[in-house]
């Protein structure tokens, strides 16, 4: 399973980061990608590493801001989210494909989702 921590509240121009931390299976060999829907929106792709880290993905309207990483050591992927804006409020969710995947599709586990609120 995977388990989501952090998130929470933040003003413009903070500073939040979500972990999602993996049981059960080794998460290096998995591409694990974070997703997040607003209220009245269609679920995005917001970033994605893909197994082995061979690469990293952003949104276009997250690049510069987030970035992604995971510690093997921890089985857990995080999201550090930067000059946080109002429209990045949303449910964020990570997800697992693989094993050995290189993309990110949500076809696999998915986490609990945790709220990410940013005040004007």
């Known amino acids: 399973q995977l388990v989501q921590s952090g998130g929470g509240l933040a003003q413009t121009g903070g500073s939040l980061r979500l972990s999602c931390r993996a049981s059960?299976?080794?998460?290096?060999?998995?591409?694990i990608g974070w997703f997040r829907q607003a209220p009245g929106k269609e679920r995005e792709g917001v970033s994605c590493?893909?197994?082995?880290?061979?690469?990293?993905d952003y949104a276009d309207s997250v690049k510069g801001r987030f970035t992604i990483s995971r510690d093997n050591g921890q089985n857990t992927v995080h999201l550090q989210m930067d000059s946080l804006k109002p429209e990045d409020t949303a449910v964020y969710y990570c997800?697992?494909?693989?094993?050995?995947?290189?993309?990110?599709?949500?076809?696999?586990?998915w986490g609990q989702g945790t709220q990410v609120t940013v005040s004007p």
């Open positions: 997800a697992a494909d693989g094993p050995r995947s290189s993309e990110c599709k949500g076809e696999g586990l």
């Open positions: 590493i893909t197994a082995y880290d061979i690469r990293t």
């Open positions: 059960g299976f080794a998460m290096n060999n998995y591409a």
